[in-house]
């Protein structure tokens, strides 16, 4: 579930201790709590190697045109299943492509539950998922938001198929820390997924990288630090684990369930 901007993200000084090449704060990454489920942390979907690079040009796009931004949508839909059906068939698991929608409304129920500030959602259950299309995503489209809401949403996908979603719904907990710590690992793995798939297109995009950069800031300033509920992730982290995705274009890269606590806060 992708989540419009909610404000500038705070910096703290903290003394940093080195994890697996990563900085990271030292009573953080004493803190994680352990995963044990194997469909999480030795998924196949880490093993073999990047993303095929393939092309994904964006369609035209205007501010305030409803009709443009379902065709952008529709477009990047349409790589995102030629991207991630070749993988699977490289994996050997089936495949099948999720349903999409659109709303316009931030009222509107999706999947039985209001969709709210959400500018995506998807549905496990109904293998689907919507894009909402409000005044608000429609002011300035011309950033890699949408692109990317649409790559995060279908990265829930690919973790429904995987069995990732099933496991991560039975993975024991104890508590209310803990059980958010583990929902996040779950969306921050579905933004690495979202920057696996725009780093494995982006040689196709006609895109700069002042225009990586942005949607990283965008990605910053949308952390849950600032709300009642932390089932998201700090924008630092948010930010992080987009952009490891996007750098290697690997799965591999978004394992977030054997990361230290501090990446998943």
């Given at each position: 579930m992708r989540f419009p901007l909610?404000?500038?993200?705070?910096?703290?000084?903290?003394?940093?201790?080195?994890?697996?090449?990563?900085?990271?704060?030292?009573?953080?990454?004493?803190d994680a709590y352990?995963?044990?489920?194997?469909?999480?942390?030795?998924?196949?979907?880490?093993?073999?190697?990047?993303?095929?690079?393939?092309?994904?040009p964006e369609k035209p796009i205007a501010a305030?045109?409803?009709?443009?931004?379902?065709?952008?949508?529709?477009?990047?839909?349409?790589?995102?299943?030629?991207?991630?059906?070749?993988?699977?068939a490289m994996m050997g698991v089936k495949f099948s492509k999720p349903g999409i929608?659109?709303?316009t409304r931030s009222s509107a129920t999706f999947c039985d539950e209001k969709v709210g500030d959400a500018v995506g959602v998807y549905c496990t259950a109904e293998r689907r998922f919507?894009?909402?299309?409000?005044?608000?995503?429609?002011?300035?489209?011309?950033?890699?938001?949408?692109?990317?809401?649409?790559?995060?949403?279908?990265?829930?996908?690919?973790q429904n198929l995987m069995g990732i979603t099933r496991a991560f719904e039975y993975e024991p907990y104890s508590g209310?820390?803990?059980?958010?710590?583990?929902?996040?690992?779950f969306e921050l793995q579905a933004e690495c997924l979202a920057g696996v798939f725009i780093g494995s297109v982006w040689h196709s995009l006609d895109r700069t990288e002042a225009d990586w950069q942005e949607l990283l800031v965008l990605d910053r300033e949308s952390g849950d630090e600032v709300g009642?509920?932390?089932?998201h992730g700090k924008g630092r982290n948010i930010a992080a684990w987009l952009e490891r995705g996007f750098r290697g274009a690997d799965p591999a890269a978004c394992n977030t369930w054997?990361?230290?606590?501090?990446?998943?806060s």
């Open positions: 909610l404000g500038a993200v705070a910096t703290a000084a903290l003394a940093l201790l080195l994890v697996g090449g990563v900085s990271v704060p030292a009573s953080a990454a004493q352990p995963i044990k489920g194997l469909r999480l942390t030795k998924s196949k979907l880490y093993s073999g190697g990047p993303l095929k690079s393939s092309a994904c305030g045109d409803r009709a443009l931004a379902k065709r952008y949508v529709l477009a990047v839909y349409e790589c995102l299943n030629r991207s991630w059906s070749e993988r699977f929608s659109f709303t919507t894009i909402v299309l409000e005044e608000q995503v429609l002011e300035y489209p011309y950033d890699l938001f949408l692109f990317d809401t649409v790559a995060h949403e279908y990265g829930h996908h690919v209310r820390k803990e059980e958010l710590e583990q929902t996040r690992r009642k509920v932390r089932d054997t990361a230290p606590a501090a990446k998943v």
